[in-house]
């Protein structure tokens, strides 16, 4: 069917008067030291996450709304209030303190969307203790790395999680002081070497002062991939706040009487910024559902919950799809007003099917790790361009670049003022949630940066109307169901498995995740290609890596492509695999 190439809004579409009906005009006259004054920050410049997004509300007439409300299939819902939730993370922060955990530390978390979770996220920033929350599907290596990079000092995590998944792998943790465990089943954990966190907590105090953290203080580390080398620490700091809170008011266009859903877990960094803090910021009830993706059930929920802003993801928007029309409309959305995505690009169908099937198109969004939180979005009050990102928010600067460094030389690029032009993704650098640095690698984080510009990695063009459109990556990082995922981690597994002499592994694209692992590997002298042994190894990748890293496809070849400094083509990999041209092959070994 012919669509039109813009989804023009009229007053009726919009149920609430948008946060952002002015556009140009509230770009003006922008500044991040005036959206700041929106928090209430702490005696002497000091700011702290879990203040604005808990204890400020504690005190104040939010104080007996329902903050987070989790659902579950087989448990009744549990509800906790912004009082409650200023109760536990004082209490967890007390344990912390209790333990002699210090300012700075590193706590991780690994568990599933339970509330003890979203306590230690927020109690850990309550006390000025950082945190990562790592995605619960991983793997024991994926962990493991992670926990090592990071240093941490403490590990809260669930009984069944620590004997899956961590146990085993202690000893190659030397700077896990203390892993605080919680109990599946109510009894208190007998696990060795480990705390029942629900004892620590049930005699820790209610009274905490809130740690004066300054706005450059680091708050979170979320690990991310790239194409070489481990996943990359991104640091963040807690003045990031700034954008949190301003973003949820004109990406997601959060009200006070909001009914919230953002299905992103908190292992990954929109399950953070946007599933716990943003809603919180706003004072906005958040549901969170500890069960994974069903479609019946999700719009079950859309509809039982009476969710007014869904903020989810084009893998899922697509799998809901192929689930069928039929399945949304036995359900009926009075209360939605506005369906946001990010993650992935969105299909102008999905845009579509969202207008069609649930009465409102669906806003694409953009923003990484890095960046901390949303740049570019399709917020209520735009005309939607079915494929487009969307513009920049008021507050950030965005532009197409081109690259004029020689190879091996630091960055340094151009403005293509033009439009339609495709280049890199550039923003102008200082917003507040803009990550502070790789951990322990420098150089990396300055090979971000080009005079003022913070290069995303990403390909992009803008048009004339200043919308911007995805084009890809300009690296080999995968993205498959909105997780990006880096080779290297992969193939560095792979390579363990006793007959793999070398692997490659590319993101093959699919209709529904948007990419799949895909590996290619060459074996060893005395080893058989055959269905057996892809077997085997896939089996040793999932229990290393996890099923949401693992490849899901294996294939044998004699040999793989490299350069002549012997890196791994994977593009070529990828070239071949698609039936596409192969480009430039002159770096090949024995290449033209
Ligand atoms: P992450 O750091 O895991 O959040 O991944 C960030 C990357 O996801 C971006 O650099 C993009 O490559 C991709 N991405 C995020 N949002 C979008 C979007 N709306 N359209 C296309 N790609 C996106």
Request: proline content about 6%.
């Amino acid at each position: 069917m012919d669509r039109p190439a813009i989804i023009r809004k009229t007053e009726q579409d919009l149920r609430v008067a948008p946060h952002l009906a002015d556009y140009e005009g509230v770009r003006r006259g922008y500044s991040w030291a005036g959206a700041g004054q929106a928090l209430a920050g702490l005696p002497g410049g000091a700011l702290n996450i879990a203040h604005e997004a808990v204890d400020r509300h504690a005190l104040g007439p939010l104080r007996d709304r329902v903050a987070l409300r989790f659902v579950a299939n087989e448990a009744p819902a549990i509800e906790i209030s912004f009082a409650e939730l200023a109760r536990l993370t004082s209490r967890f922060a007390n344990v912390l303190r209790q333990l002699g955990v210090q300012k700075g530390e590193r706590l991780f978390v690994l568990a599933g969307r339970i509330p003890e979770l979203y306590v230690a996220v927020l109690g850990s920033l309550k006390c000025g203790v950082v945190v990562t929350p790592l995605f619960s599907a991983f793997g024991p290596e994926p962990i493991a790395t992670r926990i090592n990079l990071g240093e941490a000092s403490v590990l809260v995590t669930t009984d069944t999680l620590y004997r899956r998944k961590v146990k085993a792998w202690r000893e190659r943790m030397p700077s896990l002081r203390h892993v605080l465990l919680v109990s599946d089943d109510g009894t208190p954990t007998r696990e060795p070497d480990t705390v029942d966190l629900a004892g620590l907590m049930a005699s820790a105090s209610d009274d905490f002062a809130t740690t004066p953290t300054s706005p450059d203080d680091v708050s979170l580390l979320h690990f991310t991939s790239g194409t070489t080398g481990t996943p990359k620490g991104a640091i963040h700091v807690h003045g990031a706040v700034i954008t949190h809170h301003a973003t949820g008011r004109f990406a997601l266009d959060l009200h006070e009487d909001d009914r919230y859903w953002c299905t992103a877990d908190p292992g990954w960094v929109t399950g953070t910024s946007y599933g716990i803090i943003a809603p919180l910021l706003h004072g906005v009830t958040s549901l969170v559902d500890r069960e994974e993706f069903d479609a019946q059930r999700w719009y079950t929920l859309l509809e039982q919950e009476r969710i007014s802003v869904w903020y989810t993801a084009p893998t899922a928007i697509r799998m809901l799809m192929k689930a069928g029309a039929e399945l949304a409309r036995g359900h009926t959305y009075p209360a939605l007003r506005f369906i946001a995505s990010v993650g992935e690009p969105l299909n102008p169908e999905a845009v579509w099917w969202g207008k069609d099937v649930l009465g409102l198109p669906i806003h694409d969004n953009w923003w990484q790790t890095e960046t901390g939180g949303i740049m570019i979005a399709n917020t209520p009050a735009f005309d939607i361009k079915p494929g487009s990102m969307g513009r920049p928010l008021p507050g950030i600067d965005a532009a197409i670049v081109e690259h004029l460094e020689a190879e091996g030389e630091a960055p340094r690029v151009r403005e293509i003022a033009a439009p339609g032009v495709d280049g890199e993704l550039a923003l102008r650098a200082g917003w507040p949630s803009m990550f502070r640095g790789y951990l322990n690698n420098e150089a990396r984080y300055r090979k971000c940066f080009a005079g003022e510009w913070y290069l995303t990695g990403d390909l992009a063009r803008r048009d004339e109307d200043g919308y911007y459109w995805f084009v890809g990556r300009a690296d080999d990082v995968i993205k498959s169901a909105g997780h990006l995922i880096g080779p290297f981690e992969v193939e560095s597994v792979l390579m363990e498995h006793p007959a793999v002499a070398e692997a490659g592994v590319i993101g093959k694209p699919d209709p529904i995740v948007g990419e799949v692992v895909k590996a290619f590997v060459s074996l060893k002298g005395g080893h058989a290609a055959d269905e057996a042994l892809r077997l085997d190894i896939m089996a040793h990748a999932r229990k290393r890596l996890g099923a949401a890293v693992a490849p899901k496809e294996i294939a044998f070849l004699p040999m793989l492509p490299r350069t002549r400094s012997g890196k791994i083509m994977r593009r070529l990999l990828k070239a071949r695999e698609l039936g596409l041209p192969e480009g430039d092959t002159s770096t090949m070994e024995g290449g033209a």
